[in-house]
């Protein structure tokens, strides 16, 4: 059974970092790319940023450019992400999806950037 | 980036009537293998959003059969053939053919 868990959430200040990090289990995680997706409370899906199978190319939303990095460890079957210079409007549940077509999710984890 | 417009945003069904969800693309969503890269998910309340369509009109496994997808190049629809109490939820389109991935605004689907 495919497994995706997501966890490093929390609340933080404006400035601050976080990371976040995604457990999967349950398939050949080194032949799937990966992704994070977001969603503000009571919003719509925000694609975040792709890694693919190998590490070695990832993609970014011009919202986060600069500012989060996706990374996997795959001897630890584990994805993650990266987020620095947090802003108010990076408030959100952050889900990690497997594959470039997001055949399954996580369960999400909330990132509550306030002071 | 590609604009994905879904209509409508709210969708009041009856229990037993069939449902329809329209999805529309800035830009042809047909990629360069000559797939085209439009999914369709749903997010019941308080759930994480699970794929029902890849590629249009492909149902992922355990998806029943009353949800279906079809379209081609901007214009996409998404139908449940008879909606039943477990169908209440919002549903999005998402394009993988281009770059940013890029999701619709959502429609909501509730029973009358």
């Known amino acids: 059974e495919v497994q995706l868990v997501e966890s490093g959430g929390g609340l933080v200040q404006p400035g601050g970092s976080l990371r976040l990090s995604c457990a999967a289990s349950?398939?050949?995680?080194?032949?799937?790319?990966m992704n994070w997706v977001r969603q503000a409370p009571g919003k719509g899906l925000e694609w975040v940023s792709t890694v693919s199978y190998s590490g070695d190319n990832t993609y970014y939303a011009d919202s986060v450019k600069g500012r989060f990095t996706i990374s996997r460890d795959n001897s630890k079957n584990t994805l993650y992400l990266q987020m620095n210079s947090l802003r108010v409007e990076d408030t959100a549940v952050y889900y990690c999806?497997?594959?470039?077509?997001?055949?399954?999710w996580g369960q999400g984890t909330l990132v509550t950037v306030s002071s | 980036d590609v604009v994905m417009t879904q209509s409508p945003l709210s969708l009041p069904v009856t229990l037993g009537q069939p449902a329809s969800i329209s999805c529309r693309s800035s830009?042809?969503?047909?990629?360069?293998?000559?797939?085209?890269?439009l999914n369709w998910f749903q997010q019941r309340p308080g759930q994480s959003p699970r794929r029902l369509i890849y590629?249009?009109?492909n149902r992922d496994s355990g998806v029943p059969d009353r949800f279906s997808g079809s379209g081609s190049g901007t214009d996409f629809t998404l139908k449940i053939s008879r909606v039943e109490a477990e169908d209440v939820g919002v549903y999005y389109c998402m394009q993988a053919t281009q770059w940013p991935r890029t999701f619709g605004q959502g429609t909501k689907v509730e029973i009358k």
């Open positions: 999806g497997r594959t470039l077509h997001f055949d399954y």
């Open positions: 349950g398939f050949i995680f080194t032949t799937c790319a």
């Open positions: 590629k249009v009109s």
């Open positions: 830009q042809s969503l047909v990629y360069s293998d000559g797939n085209t890269y």
